[in-house]
Nanobody, 119 residues
C-alpha cells in the first residue's frame, strides 16, 4: 500500500507564491511519473504538471512560466512551486504517482490540499 501525503497549501494574496510537497510512503514499490492536478468548485479535475522519473516535465498552458514541478527520487517526493498566483488558481490540489509494487502500474492519489488565492 502506497500513501501520498501533501502539504504546503494555504491562503495567499494574488501575485504571491506557495510550494506544495507530496511524499510517498510504503514499502517495496517503484515510482514512475508523478504530477499534480487541481479541482476548483464546479469544475472538473484538470492536470497541472507532470514529471517523469527521468525529470522530463510538462505543464498546462494556464500555468506555464509560473509553476515549476520537481522531484527528489531519494525522498520519494514531488514538489510544485507556484509563483505569480492568480485567483483562478484557487482549487484543491492533488498529487499523484504512478507506482508499481508486485502487480501492474497503478495511479495513486493524495488526499488533496487547498490553495486559495485571494486578497
Amino acid at each position: 500500500q502506497v500513501q501520498l501525503v501533501e502539504s504546503g497549501g494555504g491562503l495567499v494574496q494574488p501575485g504571491g507564491s506557495l510550494r506544495l510537497s507530496c511524499a510517498a510512503s510504503g514499502s517495496d514499490f517503484s515510482i514512475y511519473s508523478m504530477g499534480w492536478s487541481r479541482q476548483a468548485p464546479g469544475n472538473e479535475r484538470e492536470l497541472v504538471a507532470t514529471i517523469t522519473s527521468g525529470g522530463s516535465t510538462n505543464y498546462a498552458d494556464s500555468v506555464k512560466g509560473r509553476f515549476t514541478i520537481s522531484r527528489d527520487n531519494a525522498k520519494r517526493t514531488v514538489y510544485l512551486q507556484m509563483n505569480s498566483l492568480k485567483p483562478e488558481d484557487t482549487a484543491v490540489y492533488y498529487c499523484y504517482a504512478n507506482v508499481r509494487g508486485s502487480g501492474p502500474i497503478m495511479k495513486n492519489w493524495g488526499q488533496g490540499t487547498q490553495v486559495t488565492v485571494s486578497s
